[in-house]
């Protein structure tokens, strides 16, 4: 693997552009460099994996056994890279993937773009939001975030915290955390009660999941350490300079409240669809998962010619999985461009399909089990959804019922509501479902943010300084 230092050293085109250094990024370009394309990898972190397999390559031994066995299959991944020949950016900050296959990367404040011939969107996946009252106080945070000091640095939480929510997520931190002697207080768990008929229908296909014992087992080992509070239903953080305290309600209780110095949230997560949606990707409305996803094809072609995309960008299926799609990636990738046969690319994707399937069996009852409660996807009137641009639930409600937006990019012109820097991605999902709920329609007729590039903060010195020619200079004629 070809370590670059800079933007400088970018090649003026390469054969394929893969956006994150995840699972997905890692096994596309492990394939795709296997049947000789020229590959160039591009990624934020200082080091390859992704959120999941987050700080690995450095990663101490006690941090490791820390964090289980499930980390360190990242290792397979990250070896194979590293003993091909693939061109790698790390800390670059992809602004551009264009329709036309550009990309426009920027790194220690300079920009460059160049061209691919194919591009992969490697993008991973996002916390959904979790718009409770108090959330954007100093003390809470999300659990993806907790988890990502534990693996870059090996820091854990102090003082008295509790973690709230739902999901595999929440349970497996929960876990490392009492590996790493810092228990949390409790948890205080939203999920909604298992036994509901399309929970039950799903049930019979997770019994041959990989991950069924697996997660059994992490949880009888949680809930032996730390009191598990089942059926919350109404949850605040509570604060004036910083979080104090988290008020809680169960379906069959009074009000509570317990004092901490965190609150960690979690309800899922959902893929990370800005940049396929700045790039055109047509997109749909997943009623399972409850969030937009890119369409694609059985090799992960988007419906942009030239743009594929692979692994939780795509559609939430967990770490390996995304592995196997972003192989299946590489290998339609080197198709496409030529470097093998049709089919070859069917022969060798066989193994991996069946490894696909195993790990992707049952993941309907998963997401159908842990689907966050509809009164934690909206917020109410005094809560903030759109933390960039400081816009509340109530002037959301307004807007709609006074104004008639009818969805998020017309209330974007109201509020500059997902105007901020984030550009919609910690509020995106929560203002569709307030619109169509609203408005009594399915978030499908509601539909998403419209966003164009750059995806990314950039400033005008680093576009400016981009090379060009008289043919890039266009005149506004006012006749």
Partial sequence: ????????????????????????????????????????????????????YRGLENSPAPRRELLGKDYQRGDALLSAVQASRISWLPGASVWLASSDLEIGVSKDAVSHIFSARHI?????????????????LPGVMTVGAVQGLLKSSGLVPEGRFVLAGTGP???????????????????????????RADVMAALPSFLGSPYLLKGLRLMRKVRSKVRVIGGVSELRAIGEDRLRSVAYRTRSSQAETIDVDGLFLHQGVTPNI?????AGCDMRWDEVQLCWKPVTDDWGRSSVPGISIAGDGAGIS?????????????LDAAARLGR?????????????????????????????????????????????VCRCEEVTGGQIAQTVADLGAIGPNQL?????????????????????????AARGVSPTEVGHYRLRFPIKPVTLAEIASLPHDEGDVRAVVRE
């Fill in 1 to 52: 693997m070809n370590r670059l230092s800079g933007v400088g050293e970018l090649p003026s085109t390469c054969d394929l552009a893969i956006v994150g250094a995840g699972p997905a990024g890692l096994a596309a370009a492990a394939a795709a460099a296997e049947r000789g394309l020229e590959v160039l990898l591009l990624d934020e972190n200082p080091a390859p994996g992704g959120q999941i």
């Fill in 120 to 136: 992969l969107l490697a993008t991973g996946a996002l916390e959904r939001p979790f718009p409770i009252p108090g959330w954007t």
């Fill in 169 to 195: 997520l929440l349970w497996l931190l929960a876990y490392q955390l009492i590996t790493a002697k810092a228990p949390p207080l409790a948890i205080l768990d939203t999920t909604l009660p298992a036994m």
């Fill in 274 to 278: 800005n940049m396929a949606n700045a």
């Fill in 318 to 330: 967990g770490a390996e999985a995304a592995a196997c799609l972003g192989r299946l990636c590489g």
């Fill in 340 to 384: 093998i046969t049709e089919t070859e690319r069917e022969k060798l994707a066989t193994p991996t399909r069946s490894l696909l399937s195993h790990y992707v069996r049952g993941r309907r009852f998963l997401d159908l089990m842990f689907q966050p409660p509809a009164t934690f996807r909206r917020a109410d009137a005094d809560t903030v």
């Fill in 412 to 436: 974007k012109s109201y509020l500059r509501c997902g105007m901020g820097p984030c550009q919609g991605r910690l509020c995106g999902l929560t203002v569709t479902e307030m619109i169509a």
